[in-house]
């Protein structure tokens, strides 16, 4: 998969040099491209914002560096593997980024990360690359960064950790938290047995493997209905809230 960024802090994406993503980039099963936003800002100060049209607090991204510094990463595509990417701009004003979002851009040839800062982007670039391609507003919850660089790291990472070969053992893909059945993942546990008086459950140790199955399943259950009851299967949902309650 070819990743490009757009960015004025290229420095944040070192973290990707780290731990499987860093070696799935020297491995080549991901190509990441950071862009230094300024280089396509040809002024003295290679200036990127400007005030806000209407007036307002804050500074708005100009839309001319967006154009040239997209424009070349779409030419090159163009040229390269003949992808059609897909634009993802993280913005706290997008669709919520979750599990299902990952795996349907794992599928895809080449991403695009158009990082924000200050109060956004000229919305031209949104309506411009949107009339000509696949652009997307996406949000990693429901908190505000100073910026979209945070936020395309978190979406790089777990995006690339779909594509085969970058984790080790794909069975640690499937049991994963809002993997399979959308549970949230049962506490692991290792050695020693006893830890500051405090037990491993004895059920782990008892080498009954379909056991096991059946109380982490349980304790999956309890905990999505405890921490995130809104992601619990209907099948699951024993004590029907308002929302499922038959009208
Ligand atoms: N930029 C600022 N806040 C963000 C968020 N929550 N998600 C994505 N991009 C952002």
Known sequence: MRIDVVTIFPG??????????????SRGLIDVRVHDLRDSAHDKHRTVDDTPAGGGAGMVMKPEPWGEALDGILEDADSGAGADPVII????????FNQRMARELAEEKHLVFGCGRYEGIDQRVFDEY????????VSIGDYVL??????????IEAIAR???????NPESLVEESHEEDGLLEYPSYTKPANWREREVPPILLSGNHAAIAKWRREQSIERTKRVRPELLPRELDEAPRGRHAAP
């Open 12 to 25: 944040y994406f070192d973290a990707l040099e780290l731990s499987l993503l860093g070696k799935a980039k």
């Open 89 to 96: 701009f993280p913005s706290p004003a997008g669709e919520v």
């Open 130 to 137: 949107s009339a000509r391609g696949r652009v997307r507003l």
């Open 146 to 155: 100073n910026g979209g660089e945070v936020a395309s790291i978190a979406m």
């Open 162 to 168: 779909l594509l085969p070969g970058v984790v080790g």
